[in-house]
């Protein structure tokens, strides 16, 4: 079983729906949790992390984390065709310096 | 401006060769790693770098090598013992090991042939 589970997608949604994309893991040691956006054939770029668990805003993007049902979540508003890319989450335990990632989720907004 | 930058953006090898993969950052950070990128799979970390003249192995290590003799540069070499190369590879660092945000290359896709 791999440690951090996510749904490969596509998942295809109309310009202006809300999006919601989701990590499960294993470790529950894990604190600071990461979504990385990756255009393609580019690399990763850190959109936004949470430390433990609650919700951070910024932006279109919310991120929530629930230690106690080792889930997390992206939300995006107000999506746009230019958000179309794959979503990676990763986390790692408190002073640690390895990130374990998500496999990534793409994500397509149509127009 | 500062950034990461990896060349080249596609390579070819025959099998049998060694290539050797540039790094290059301008962020002045300490760290710097190597992740492969496979589809369907998430990063998956090969070696890293915590300073200067200082490396250890990821979990993916076999079958790569690699140095570091100037802060700015982390080139990784793929042996000829590395079973399955064609992947795509990502460079990244950060300020320090654990530093929170790890910035990323635009990576170097290996096609062996």
């Known amino acids: 079983q791999k440690e951090v589970e996510q749904d490969p997608g596509p998942l295809s949604v109309p310009e202006g729906a809300i999006v919601s994309l989701n990590c499960t893991y294993s470790?529950?040691?894990?604190?600071?949790f990461m979504w990385y956006r990756q255009y393609s054939r580019k690399g990763p770029e850190l959109l936004m992390y949470?430390?433990?668990?609650g919700n951070k805003e910024d932006g279109r993007f919310t991120a929530q984390v629930d230690k106690s049902s080792k889930y997390i979540s992206l939300f995006i508003r107000d999506s746009q065709p230019s958000d179309s890319a794959t979503y990676l989450c990763a986390m790692r335990r408190d002073s640690s310096y390895k990130l374990i990632f998500g496999s990534g989720t793409r994500l397509l907004v149509r127009p | 401006d500062g950034g990461i930058t990896q060349s080249p953006k596609y390579l070819f090898r025959k099998e049998g060769q060694n290539v050797t993969l540039s790094c290059e950052q301008n962020?002045?950070?300490?760290?710097m790693y190597w992740y492969r990128q496979d589809p369907g799979q998430g990063l998956r970390l090969i070696y890293y770098?915590?300073?200067?003249?200082?490396?250890q192995k990821g979990d993916i290590a076999e079958g790569y090598s690699v140095s570091r003799e100037k802060k700015e540069s982390f080139p990784l070499t793929v042996t000829s013992a590395q079973k399955n190369p064609t992947a795509f590879y990502l460079c990244?660092?950060?300020?320090?090991?654990?530093?929170?945000?790890?910035?990323f290359g635009p990576g170097t896709r290996l096609t062996v042939l």
């Open positions: 949470t430390y433990s668990s």
């Open positions: 470790n529950s040691a894990f604190q600071y």
């Open positions: 990244a660092s950060s300020i320090r090991l654990a530093g929170l945000e790890q910035f």
């Open positions: 962020l002045n950070h300490d760290a």
């Open positions: 770098s915590q300073i200067v003249n200082d490396f």
